[in-house]
């Protein structure tokens, strides 16, 4: 009866130590802090595996070993040469003193608002002494891709950047990490995820791109202007050119035509008298129907050739 009695408290004793959270169990990936009360006892516990803690008194409190992500809302900033855009960044981070971590933050809902000042204020702080083409521009010694259409017109003209943008994000996590370091928290990286121009901004730079666009397309059209003149003023003087040539010929064989029939003509008239009348004959009619006509009116003396012809037709 007794030894009955003694196992039945002893299953009763741990049935009420499992039931009241007497033991807990730490993962890998996790560091735990107990309170009591509300307060941490103890140090942070970070071996994994099964561990001790007073039941109904003492609560346990899980933080993460591993590291965490935080991701920035977008946040309107001015550059320093008074250019508004949006910044989206992002970091990374972890916690490196749990027990204070829990003090000062106690959660990671928490630690992400406190990331947000911090890294927020030192991202406009950086950005407020860049230019847009620092922010922009990875590095300050890359080069930048450039439109050859745009560039042989002087459209747009790069400008030089004494920084880039990973020199920024260096300089934000430089000035952010300190502060983050009494919470707790070590920043790991921060990063500018996207920058974008504010739409006003973007309309004044569509309107420019517009403008040098219409620069370039103006620039074609007088170089194909000019080109067309060149070619227009080309051919009118090819044809000219070939027109004379041809005039040329054409006289020149006029010419030899003529000539050999002015020799066909006097090998003709040489001949005999009766080629001769023959050949004066036919001038004649052509000279008569070259002049007259039907309604021609013509005057002749008696003594004219042209006369003593027709008045022997006439007869």
Request: net charge neutral; proline share 3%.
């Amino acid at each position: 009866m007794k030894l009955t009695t003694i196992v039945a408290a002893i299953v009763a004793l741990f049935l009420l130590l499992v039931l009241g959270g007497a033991f807990y169990t730490v993962r890998e990936t996790e560091v735990v802090i107990l309170t009591q009360f509300g307060r941490p006892v103890g140090d942070p516990v970070s071996e994994p595996g099964l561990h001790w803690k007073t039941p109904f008194v003492q609560d346990v409190n899980r933080l993460e070993k591993r590291v965490l992500e935080f991701d920035g809302p977008s946040t309107r900033m001015t550059t320093k040469d008074k250019t508004y855009i949006e910044v989206d960044t992002f970091a990374r981070w972890r916690i490196v003193d749990a027990a204070t971590f829990f003090v000062v933050v106690q959660d990671e809902r928490s630690a992400q608002s406190r990331l947000e000042d911090i890294i927020g204020s030192e991202t406009r702080a950086a950005v407020a002494s860049s230019d847009v083409v620092e922010v922009v521009r990875a590095d300050k010694n890359r080069t930048a891709a450039v439109d050859p259409l745009a560039q042989a017109n002087n459209a747009s003209q790069l400008r030089t950047a004494n920084r880039g943008r990973l020199e920024i994000e260096q300089e934000i996590k430089t000035a952010s990490a300190p502060k983050l370091l009494p919470l707790g928290i070590e920043l790991l990286d921060v990063r500018i995820k996207r920058v974008n121009y504010t739409p006003d901004v973007l309309e004044g730079i569509h309107k420019r791109m517009i403008s040098e666009r219409a620069q370039i397309a103006q620039r074609f059209r007088s170089e194909g202007e000019g080109e067309a003149a060149r070619i227009l003023g080309k051919k009118e003087r090819d044809l000219r050119e070939i027109e004379s040539v041809a005039y040329r010929s054409v006289q020149q064989i006029r010419g030899t035509a003529d000539a050999e029939a002015a020799r066909i003509y006097a090998e003709a008239y040489d001949q005999s008298p009766e080629a001769r009348d023959f050949y004066a004959f036919l001038k004649t009619l052509e000279t008569y129907r070259a002049v007259l006509g039907r309604d021609t009116n013509l005057v002749l003396s008696t003594d004219s050739e042209l006369f003593r012809l027709l008045h022997q037709i006439g007869k």
